[in-house]
Protein backbone atom coordinates (compact mmCIF):
# COMPACT_ATOMS: atom_id res chain seq x y z
CA UNK A 1 0.00 0.00 0.00
CA UNK A 2 1.39 3.78 -0.66
CA UNK A 3 1.98 5.38 2.37
CA UNK A 4 1.46 8.99 0.47
CA UNK A 5 -2.06 7.63 0.05
CA UNK A 6 -2.45 6.08 3.47
CA UNK A 7 -1.49 9.14 4.83
CA UNK A 8 -3.50 11.49 2.11
CA UNK A 9 -6.97 9.66 3.00
CA UNK A 10 -6.01 9.83 6.96
CA UNK A 11 -6.93 12.13 9.47
CA UNK A 12 -5.05 13.16 12.58
CA UNK A 13 -5.56 14.56 15.17
CA UNK A 14 -3.59 16.93 16.31
CA UNK A 15 -1.94 14.49 19.02
CA UNK A 16 -1.65 12.10 16.50
CA UNK A 17 0.11 14.21 13.67
CA UNK A 18 2.71 15.15 16.33
CA UNK A 19 3.71 11.81 17.49
CA UNK A 20 3.41 10.64 13.76
CA UNK A 21 6.21 13.69 12.87
CA UNK A 22 7.93 13.00 15.91
CA UNK A 23 8.17 9.25 14.69
CA UNK A 24 9.89 10.39 11.56
CA UNK A 25 11.82 13.24 13.00
CA UNK A 26 12.80 11.66 16.50
CA UNK A 27 15.67 9.01 15.20
CA UNK A 28 17.40 11.50 13.13
CA UNK A 29 20.75 12.66 14.47
CA UNK A 30 21.63 15.93 12.62
CA UNK A 31 24.29 18.75 13.38
CA UNK A 32 23.30 22.06 12.73
CA UNK A 33 25.96 25.71 12.47
CA UNK A 34 25.40 29.17 13.05
CA UNK A 35 24.84 32.00 14.80
CA UNK A 36 22.99 32.60 18.54
CA UNK A 37 20.86 35.09 18.28
CA UNK A 38 18.73 34.70 21.78
CA UNK A 39 19.81 32.83 24.37
CA UNK A 40 17.53 32.28 28.02
CA UNK A 41 17.48 29.88 30.76
CA UNK A 42 14.60 29.38 32.77
CA UNK A 43 13.73 27.40 36.05
CA UNK A 44 17.80 27.08 36.23
CA UNK A 45 18.16 24.30 34.39
CA UNK A 46 16.02 25.01 30.98
CA UNK A 47 18.01 26.69 27.99
CA UNK A 48 15.75 27.87 24.92
CA UNK A 49 17.55 29.62 22.15
CA UNK A 50 17.75 31.01 18.65
CA UNK A 51 19.55 29.56 15.74
CA UNK A 52 20.35 31.67 12.76
CA UNK A 53 22.18 31.81 9.14
CA UNK A 54 21.93 35.00 6.80
CA UNK A 55 18.29 33.65 5.71
CA UNK A 56 16.51 31.47 8.37
CA UNK A 57 16.22 31.10 12.00
CA UNK A 58 15.36 27.63 13.94
CA UNK A 59 14.38 27.67 17.66
CA UNK A 60 16.22 25.18 20.08
CA UNK A 61 15.97 23.87 22.97
CA UNK A 62 18.83 21.68 25.74
CA UNK A 63 19.32 21.74 29.49
CA UNK A 64 21.99 23.51 31.15
CA UNK A 65 23.84 20.51 31.83
CA UNK A 66 24.27 20.09 28.33
CA UNK A 67 26.20 22.98 28.32
CA UNK A 68 29.33 22.46 28.81
CA UNK A 69 30.89 26.49 28.21
CA UNK A 70 29.52 30.37 28.85
CA UNK A 71 27.58 31.04 25.54
CA UNK A 72 26.25 34.41 24.54
CA UNK A 73 24.67 36.26 22.04
CA UNK A 74 26.36 36.38 18.82
CA UNK A 75 28.35 33.51 19.69
CA UNK A 76 28.69 30.94 16.33
CA UNK A 77 28.06 27.41 17.60
CA UNK A 78 27.56 23.59 16.22
CA UNK A 79 24.67 21.72 18.06
CA UNK A 80 24.34 18.37 18.09
CA UNK A 81 20.74 16.85 18.19
CA UNK A 82 17.17 16.03 17.11
CA UNK A 83 14.49 18.12 15.70
CA UNK A 84 11.45 17.57 17.67
CA UNK A 85 7.47 18.96 17.87
CA UNK A 86 7.08 20.08 21.40
CA UNK A 87 3.28 18.30 22.36
CA UNK A 88 1.91 21.00 24.38
CA UNK A 89 2.76 23.86 22.61
CA UNK A 90 3.08 22.22 19.41
CA UNK A 91 6.49 24.01 18.80
CA UNK A 92 8.80 22.64 16.14
CA UNK A 93 12.30 23.01 17.84
CA UNK A 94 15.76 21.45 17.81
CA UNK A 95 16.66 19.23 20.78
CA UNK A 96 20.13 19.97 21.69
CA UNK A 97 22.13 16.93 23.40
CA UNK A 98 25.65 18.78 23.28
CA UNK A 99 26.76 21.95 21.89
CA UNK A 100 30.09 23.33 20.51
CA UNK A 101 31.57 26.42 19.57
CA UNK A 102 32.61 27.49 16.29
CA UNK A 103 35.18 29.76 14.98
CA UNK A 104 37.79 31.55 16.51
CA UNK A 105 36.28 34.77 17.49
CA UNK A 106 33.31 32.48 19.49
CA UNK A 107 35.68 30.19 21.19
CA UNK A 108 37.93 33.00 22.31
CA UNK A 109 35.11 34.90 23.42
CA UNK A 110 33.59 32.33 25.95
CA UNK A 111 37.49 31.41 26.87
CA UNK A 112 37.62 34.94 28.55
CA UNK A 113 34.65 34.97 30.45
CA UNK A 114 34.86 31.67 31.91
CA UNK A 115 38.66 32.77 32.71
CA UNK A 116 37.32 35.71 34.12
CA UNK A 117 35.19 33.84 36.47
CA UNK A 118 37.30 30.63 37.25
CA UNK A 119 40.31 33.51 38.17
CA UNK A 120 37.98 35.42 40.31
CA UNK A 121 37.70 32.01 42.33
CA UNK A 122 40.87 31.27 42.47
CA UNK A 123 41.27 28.61 40.38
CA UNK A 124 44.57 29.69 38.92
CA UNK A 125 46.34 30.94 41.84
CA UNK A 126 49.77 30.59 42.14
CA UNK A 127 50.00 30.10 46.04
CA UNK A 128 47.84 27.08 45.86
CA UNK A 129 49.95 25.39 42.98
CA UNK A 130 51.79 22.00 44.34
CA UNK A 131 55.54 21.01 43.91
CA UNK A 132 55.94 18.27 41.99
CA UNK A 133 57.62 14.99 44.07
CA UNK A 134 61.45 15.20 42.61
CA UNK A 135 61.08 11.05 41.99
CA UNK A 136 57.61 10.21 41.57
CA UNK A 137 57.36 6.32 41.54
CA UNK A 138 53.54 6.29 39.61
CA UNK A 139 52.86 8.40 37.15
CA UNK A 140 48.49 8.95 36.10
CA UNK A 141 49.03 9.44 31.91
CA UNK A 142 45.57 11.04 30.41
CA UNK A 143 45.54 11.00 27.01
CA UNK A 144 44.50 9.05 23.79
CA UNK A 145 45.59 5.73 23.22
CA UNK A 146 48.26 5.52 19.93
CA UNK A 147 48.18 9.32 19.73
CA UNK A 148 51.40 11.17 19.67
CA UNK A 149 51.20 12.66 22.58
CA UNK A 150 51.07 8.87 23.76
CA UNK A 151 54.40 8.02 21.98
CA UNK A 152 56.07 10.52 22.51
CA UNK A 153 56.01 10.92 26.36
CA UNK A 154 56.51 7.18 26.86
CA UNK A 155 59.58 7.53 25.00
CA UNK A 156 61.07 10.47 26.12
CA UNK A 157 60.10 9.37 30.05
CA UNK A 158 61.47 6.31 29.45
CA UNK A 159 65.11 7.51 27.91
CA UNK A 160 64.83 10.19 31.02
CA UNK A 161 64.90 7.63 34.31
CA UNK A 162 63.61 3.73 34.05
CA UNK A 163 61.73 1.87 36.59
CA UNK A 164 58.22 3.87 36.94
CA UNK A 165 54.89 2.04 37.31
CA UNK A 166 52.35 3.82 34.54
CA UNK A 167 48.96 4.01 35.12
CA UNK A 168 47.34 5.05 31.45
CA UNK A 169 43.57 5.34 30.92
CA UNK A 170 42.86 6.18 27.75
CA UNK A 171 40.19 9.01 26.42
CA UNK A 172 38.79 10.76 23.76
CA UNK A 173 41.06 14.18 23.56
CA UNK A 174 38.56 15.67 20.83
CA UNK A 175 34.48 15.18 20.69
CA UNK A 176 31.36 15.33 22.29
CA UNK A 177 32.67 12.62 24.69
CA UNK A 178 35.91 14.50 25.81
CA UNK A 179 34.94 16.07 29.07
CA UNK A 180 33.21 12.96 30.22
CA UNK A 181 36.25 11.05 29.77
CA UNK A 182 38.31 12.94 31.05
CA UNK A 183 36.47 14.04 34.12
CA UNK A 184 35.94 10.44 35.05
CA UNK A 185 39.42 9.64 34.55
CA UNK A 186 40.82 12.40 37.59
CA UNK A 187 37.65 11.23 39.72
CA UNK A 188 39.65 7.30 39.49
CA UNK A 189 43.21 8.54 40.39
CA UNK A 190 41.11 10.53 43.12
CA UNK A 191 39.36 7.31 44.74
CA UNK A 192 41.95 4.93 43.53
CA UNK A 193 43.95 3.03 46.31
CA UNK A 194 47.27 3.25 44.05
CA UNK A 195 47.17 7.53 44.06
CA UNK A 196 49.71 8.02 41.27
CA UNK A 197 52.23 10.49 42.49
CA UNK A 198 51.86 12.55 39.38
CA UNK A 199 48.86 13.31 36.64
CA UNK A 200 49.93 14.40 33.23
CA UNK A 201 46.94 15.36 30.46
CA UNK A 202 48.10 15.51 27.29
CA UNK A 203 47.48 15.80 24.15
CA UNK A 204 49.01 16.97 20.75
CA UNK A 205 48.75 20.31 18.83
CA UNK A 206 45.67 21.49 16.80
CA UNK A 207 43.24 24.05 16.24
CA UNK A 208 41.30 26.16 18.41
CA UNK A 209 38.25 24.90 17.66
CA UNK A 210 40.15 21.45 18.35
CA UNK A 211 41.31 22.42 21.80
CA UNK A 212 38.37 23.84 23.07
CA UNK A 213 36.66 21.08 25.43
CA UNK A 214 40.34 21.59 27.43
CA UNK A 215 38.67 24.89 28.08
CA UNK A 216 35.46 23.61 29.67
CA UNK A 217 34.63 24.49 33.34
CA UNK A 218 34.32 20.57 33.93
CA UNK A 219 38.08 19.69 32.86
CA UNK A 220 39.28 22.82 34.44
CA UNK A 221 37.86 21.79 38.26
CA UNK A 222 38.71 18.16 37.59
CA UNK A 223 42.27 19.54 36.68
CA UNK A 224 41.89 21.63 40.19
CA UNK A 225 40.30 19.22 42.54
CA UNK A 226 42.89 16.44 41.54
CA UNK A 227 44.14 15.02 44.63
CA UNK A 228 47.68 14.50 42.72
CA UNK A 229 49.94 17.41 41.35
CA UNK A 230 48.56 17.67 37.71
CA UNK A 231 50.91 18.33 35.02
CA UNK A 232 49.27 19.57 31.91
CA UNK A 233 50.56 19.80 28.22
CA UNK A 234 47.84 20.11 25.55
CA UNK A 235 48.59 21.77 22.03
CA UNK A 236 51.74 23.50 21.38
CA UNK A 237 53.54 26.32 23.26
CA UNK A 238 51.62 29.03 21.92
CA UNK A 239 48.10 27.17 22.84
CA UNK A 240 47.28 27.99 26.25
CA UNK A 241 44.06 26.52 27.45
CA UNK A 242 42.22 26.59 31.03
CA UNK A 243 42.84 23.19 32.40
CA UNK A 244 46.42 24.52 32.05
CA UNK A 245 46.36 27.71 34.20
CA UNK A 246 44.32 25.17 36.73
CA UNK A 247 47.11 22.63 36.83
CA UNK A 248 50.25 22.95 39.46
CA UNK A 249 52.48 22.84 36.63
CA UNK A 250 51.78 23.67 32.97
CA UNK A 251 54.04 22.32 29.81
CA UNK A 252 54.36 23.40 26.62
CA UNK A 253 54.79 19.89 24.75
CA UNK A 254 54.20 16.20 25.73
CA UNK A 255 57.82 16.19 25.46
CA UNK A 256 58.08 18.71 28.03
CA UNK A 257 56.44 17.16 30.15
CA UNK A 258 58.16 14.30 30.51
CA UNK A 259 60.87 16.33 31.42
CA UNK A 260 59.16 17.90 34.43
CA UNK A 261 57.52 14.76 35.45
CA UNK A 262 60.87 13.14 36.26
CA UNK A 263 64.39 13.73 36.41
CA UNK A 264 66.82 12.77 33.57
CA UNK A 265 68.94 10.02 33.92
CA UNK A 266 72.25 11.40 33.08
CA UNK A 267 71.67 14.50 34.98
CA UNK A 268 71.23 12.53 37.88
CA UNK A 269 74.57 11.04 37.87
CA UNK A 270 76.26 14.05 37.41
CA UNK A 271 74.83 15.96 39.90
CA UNK A 272 75.58 12.96 42.40
CA UNK A 273 79.04 13.61 40.55
CA UNK A 274 78.73 16.82 41.48
CA UNK A 275 78.02 15.95 45.04
CA UNK A 276 80.64 13.72 45.63
CA UNK A 277 83.28 16.21 44.31
CA UNK A 278 81.76 19.01 46.57
CA UNK A 279 81.97 16.05 49.62
CA UNK A 280 85.30 15.64 49.04
CA UNK A 281 86.62 18.65 48.79
CA UNK A 282 84.66 19.69 51.86
CA UNK A 283 85.66 16.86 53.78
CA UNK A 284 89.49 17.56 52.77
CA UNK A 285 88.95 21.53 53.83
CA UNK A 286 87.71 20.16 56.97
CA UNK A 287 90.29 17.65 57.81
CA UNK A 288 92.93 20.46 57.14
CA UNK A 289 91.08 22.88 59.11
CA UNK A 290 90.61 19.94 62.22
CA UNK A 291 94.79 19.26 61.59
CA UNK A 292 95.56 22.94 62.08
CA UNK A 293 93.34 23.23 65.42
CA UNK A 294 94.54 20.03 66.47
CA UNK A 295 98.13 21.14 66.17
CA UNK A 296 97.38 24.49 67.27
CA UNK A 297 96.03 22.85 70.59
CA UNK A 298 98.76 20.32 70.85
CA UNK A 299 101.21 23.10 70.60
CA UNK A 300 98.99 25.37 73.49
CA UNK A 301 99.05 21.80 75.57
CA UNK A 302 102.67 21.63 75.34
CA UNK A 303 103.13 25.00 76.32
CA UNK A 304 100.71 24.71 79.15
CA UNK A 305 102.30 21.46 80.49
CA UNK A 306 106.18 22.88 80.61
CA UNK A 307 105.00 26.34 82.40
CA UNK A 308 103.46 23.75 85.12
CA UNK A 309 106.57 21.84 84.97
CA UNK A 310 108.76 25.04 85.79
CA UNK A 311 106.30 25.90 88.28
CA UNK A 312 106.39 22.11 89.64
CA UNK A 313 110.30 22.61 89.61
CA UNK A 314 110.56 25.97 91.58
CA UNK A 315 108.12 24.35 94.15
CA UNK A 316 110.02 21.22 94.54
CA UNK A 317 113.49 22.95 94.89
CA UNK A 318 112.03 25.36 97.63
CA UNK A 319 110.93 22.12 99.24
CA UNK A 320 114.39 20.76 98.56
CA UNK A 321 115.74 23.84 99.45
CA UNK A 322 113.99 24.08 103.00
CA UNK A 323 114.57 19.97 103.63
CA UNK A 324 117.03 20.19 106.34
CA UNK A 325 115.25 22.75 108.44
CA UNK A 326 112.50 21.03 108.29
CA UNK A 327 114.11 17.64 109.54
CA UNK A 328 115.51 19.43 112.71
CA UNK A 329 112.51 20.63 113.43
CA UNK A 330 110.74 17.52 112.72
CA UNK A 331 113.29 15.71 115.03
CA UNK A 332 112.74 18.21 117.66
CA UNK A 333 108.90 18.03 117.88
CA UNK A 334 109.72 14.35 117.88
CA UNK A 335 111.71 15.06 121.08
CA UNK A 336 108.72 17.16 122.55
CA UNK A 337 106.00 14.29 122.17
CA UNK A 338 108.42 12.04 123.60
CA UNK A 339 108.63 14.33 126.94
CA UNK A 340 104.70 14.50 126.31
CA UNK A 341 104.21 10.74 126.61
CA UNK A 342 106.58 10.26 129.61
CA UNK A 343 104.48 12.97 131.06
CA UNK A 344 101.34 11.52 130.38
CA UNK A 345 102.11 8.13 131.40
CA UNK A 346 103.47 9.60 134.60
CA UNK A 347 99.82 10.46 134.90
CA UNK A 348 98.25 7.02 134.67
CA UNK A 349 96.54 6.45 137.58
CA UNK A 350 98.17 3.10 138.77
CA UNK A 351 101.54 5.46 138.22
CA UNK A 352 100.13 7.58 140.77
CA UNK A 353 99.44 5.02 143.64
CA UNK A 354 102.77 3.23 142.43
CA UNK A 355 103.94 6.41 144.29
CA UNK A 356 102.20 6.33 147.50
CA UNK A 357 98.99 7.72 146.83
CA UNK A 358 95.71 5.64 147.43
CA UNK A 359 91.98 6.35 146.27
CA UNK A 360 89.75 6.52 148.90
CA UNK A 361 85.53 5.05 148.01
CA UNK A 362 82.61 5.72 149.52
CA UNK A 363 79.63 3.56 148.58
CA UNK A 364 81.57 3.28 145.24
CA UNK A 365 82.36 7.32 145.29
CA UNK A 366 85.69 8.21 145.34
CA UNK A 367 86.19 10.79 148.05
CA UNK A 368 87.92 14.40 147.93
CA UNK A 369 86.54 16.19 150.76
CA UNK A 370 86.01 15.16 154.23
CA UNK A 371 82.54 16.80 154.78
CA UNK A 372 81.59 13.56 152.55
CA UNK A 373 82.52 11.29 155.84
CA UNK A 374 80.90 10.99 159.46
CA UNK A 375 82.42 9.01 162.59
CA UNK A 376 81.43 5.22 161.80
CA UNK A 377 81.66 5.55 157.65
CA UNK A 378 82.97 2.51 155.88
CA UNK A 379 85.22 3.58 153.65
CA UNK A 380 87.19 1.27 150.62
CA UNK A 381 90.83 2.56 150.07
CA UNK A 382 92.54 1.20 146.65
CA UNK A 383 96.42 0.91 147.49
CA UNK A 384 98.75 0.47 144.03
CA UNK A 385 98.64 -3.69 144.98
CA UNK A 386 95.61 -4.21 147.02
CA UNK A 387 92.73 -2.76 148.82
CA UNK A 388 91.47 -2.52 152.15
CA UNK A 389 88.04 -1.52 154.08
CA UNK A 390 88.44 0.89 157.19
CA UNK A 391 86.10 2.06 159.85
CA UNK A 392 86.21 5.96 160.87
CA UNK A 393 86.88 6.77 164.08
CA UNK A 394 88.42 10.54 163.93
CA UNK A 395 88.06 13.43 161.19
CA UNK A 396 90.33 16.20 161.08
CA UNK A 397 89.22 18.80 158.44
CA UNK A 398 93.12 20.39 158.41
Known amino acids: MDVRNLIENK ?39 TLKDEKQSLKGFSLTYRIRMPVEVGMRVKVHGRPKIFGKSGSFVFDTEYLELSGEGSI ?7 KARLEKEGLFAIE ?30 SARLGGLEIIFIPVAVQGK ?8 AFDYFNRSKNRPDVVVLTRGGGSLEDLQYFNSEEIVRAVFGSASPVICAIGHERDVTLCEL ?34 KLKLTKRLQTLKHQLNFSTQELLAQISEKTR ?11 AFPQLVSHLELLQQRAK ?26 KILKDTQDIKIGDKLDIQFARGALTAGVEKITND
Open 246 to 279: SADVRAATPTAAAQLAVADRQELLSELSNINTTC
Open 108 to 114: QKSFLLL
Open 339 to 364: GLKIFLISLAPQNVLARGYSIVKKSG
Open 128 to 157: RKRVLPRFPKTIGLITSEGAAAYTDFLKHL
Open 177 to 184: TTVREVVA
Open 311 to 321: GLRMVFEKIQA
Open 11 to 49: VFSVSEFNNFVNDILTPLVVTIEGEISEWKVSRGNLVWF
